[in-house]
């Protein structure tokens, strides 16, 4: 066990619609990241927060935001969805250090239809 | 160009065989860190071992170790003693800029992956 939670595990929504997916990191860990897992692309960085401020940006669509509140936890909002959305969300904590692994949570499965 | 390739799509071993997993990197940083995941069909990212660029040993974690050669910047995941749940993806990825002043951002770049298959 990671110590990293994600919620929901799979989601099932059609074209169109706005999501929104939940982690919770690591006890102490003050950095989140997410990544989107797809068989064609791979794993890709999507953003990082740390202690509540952005810190990062990768390969973020504009449709798709995210935030991290005062507790740590965060939350990837995805909306004006695609079938191409479908795929496997990450999210990871890590201690802050350069040495420090990124832990990952189990993942949430999207599907839209 | 890729900032990490990992060449071999698949892999196959024999039970209690050791199998090496290639990855080379590109990177202009002289302060990088290379990192080894594993995915099994379940999903979950579990992390395996870690090599700074600076460390003058190559890294071991029990029946994991790296063989990591700077100037052919390569870092080759070796597997010893293959077991049957060693069936998974494995995944390189280097994270840049360890010294970089103030630096919290420390996102991981990730190669394709291989999948290794264990056979009895």
């Known amino acids: 066990d990671s110590g990293v939670t994600q919620t929901p595990k799979h989601l099932i929504t059609a074209t169109g619609q706005r999501v929104t997916l939940r982690c919770s990191p690591r006890?102490?860990?003050?950095?989140v990241y997410w990544y989107q897992q797809s068989l064609d692309q791979g794993l890709q960085f999507l953003i990082q927060?740390?202690?509540?401020?952005?810190?990062a940006k990768g390969n973020i669509l504009e449709r798709f935001s995210a935030q991290q509140f005062p507790d740590l936890h965060s939350e990837l909002n995805l909306s004006s969805l695609e079938l191409g959305d479908s795929a496997l969300y990450f999210c990871?904590?890590?201690?802050?250090?350069?040495?420090?692994?990124?832990?990952f949570g189990n993942g949430t499965r999207l599907t839209v239809t | 160009a890729q900032k990490i390739t990992q060449t071999q799509p698949g892999m196959f071993v024999q039970e209690k065989e050791a199998v090496t997993l290639d990855c080379t990197y590109d990177?202009?940083?002289?302060?990088?860190?290379l990192f080894w995941y594993k995915q099994p069909s379940s999903g979950e990212m579990i992390f395996l071992i870690y090599?700074?660029?600076?460390?003058?040993q190559n890294a071991t974690e029990g029946r994991y170790s790296l063989n990591f050669q700077k100037a052919r910047k390569s870092a080759n995941l070796v597997i010893s003693a293959s077991q049957l749940g060693d069936s998974a993806m494995y995944f390189c990825?280097?994270?840049?800029?360890?010294?970089?002043?103030?630096?919290?951002?420390?996102?991981?770049?990730f190669g394709k992956g291989t999948l290794l298959t264990v056979n009895p």
């Open positions: 090599q700074g660029s600076y460390d003058q």
């Open positions: 990177t202009s940083d002289p302060s990088y860190g």
């Open positions: 990825a280097m994270r840049e800029g360890l010294r970089d002043s103030g630096g919290s951002n420390y996102k991981l770049t």
């Open positions: 006890s102490g860990d003050l950095s």
């Open positions: 990871a904590s890590s201690a802050g250090q350069p040495v420090s692994p990124l832990h």
């Open positions: 927060y740390y202690n509540g401020e952005e810190r």
